[in-house]
């Protein structure tokens, strides 16, 4: 009954632990700072950097068929 009891207790501590890291990150929107402060930049610099083939230049011949 004693090992019962143990991880009972072990399973209700983690699950307040959980409980309060995602109120945490919910009630101060650390989820949202995060994408807007650390990833959108990262993604930003990757992709405003990236090498593109100018479509003005491409012949017409070489354009698909759309039919």
């Known amino acids: 009954m004693k090992a019962i009891g143990k991880f009972f207790f ?3 501590r983690t699950i307040v632990v959980i409980y309060a890291i995602l ?3 919910f009630y101060w929107d650390l989820d949202g700072k995060f994408l807007y402060y650390i990833w ?5 610099k990757r992709f405003d950097n990236m090498k ?3 479509t003005l230049k491409t012949p017409y011949t070489m354009k698909e068929n759309v039919e």
Do not use: S
Not at 40 to 44: K, N, R
């Open 52 to 54: 593109r083939d100018d």
């Open 10 to 12: 072990k399973l209700v």
């Open 23 to 25: 109120f945490a990150v």
């Open 40 to 44: 959108e930049p990262l993604m930003v």
